[in-house]
């Protein structure tokens, strides 16, 4: 997804829930918010190669990442409320692959055949796209008004990886020679990943989904308040296989207008 059709799509979000907020005349919610997640439940697991006898089972897990965003919302009843969400992962892609023999990584990480070491300069980086809804069981009070709520929200996770225009998922660049390793000789030789080949391009987008809950503490000064959100977000088909991580954030909340 190009860079202006991702904006379109959030302007026309964000119409849909103003519009909607404005017709009800219900109340506006904004959240600032920074966290993180963490390694993916599942494993991404892939071919197994047998060279001179020795068994490659390379496979990969969603690692953990930063993240930091935002979301604006409105109610469109008493205790529902959407919003969108648009926030970034600082390397939510780089996935950490392993061998069942040793752990080895790629020489190169590019289609380009960048030399070794010289990977390290390329990031794998993701941008989530999401709407969600929000049921809100209202206020109580326990020092301060709160607002427990669960949510729900579908969207789509775009790859941007720096400095490369794609980077390999599973094969790809080169391995140290199993051969040569046993033998324990000092100068590594390194072979072709014998790995079936994945790659990942810049600006790959995923489905996700996301489902989970947290708590508002309302209007703590002024319109500022505080929002802790947690929960679990699902990639389906991430080519062929299903990821899922919890994610954990929290940040400043502003709300005004009146439910």
Partial sequence: MSR???ARVLFVLLLIVASTSMLQAQAWE???FGGATTHSNNVFKHDSVVLNGVTFE???RMPSAATFGG???GFVTENFSIDGNLSWYNHLFGLSNRTGVFVFRPVTNTIAGIAA???DEIKTRALLWEASGNYNFGEHTVGARWTPYLV???GGITARVKNADSVFVTGGGFIKNPLYTNAGTPVAQFIPN???VRILDNNDTFFTFSYGGGFKALRLAGPAGFRFDVRGRTMPNFFGDSMTWAEFTGGLTLSWGER
């Fill in 58 to 60: 390379e496979t990969a």
């Fill in 30 to 32: 904004g959240y600032l």
């Fill in 117 to 119: 070491g010289a990977d």
């Fill in 194 to 196: 014998p790995v079936s």
């Fill in 152 to 154: 729900f929200g579908v």
């Fill in 4 to 6: 202006l059709l991702f």
């Fill in 71 to 73: 979301k604006l919302g």
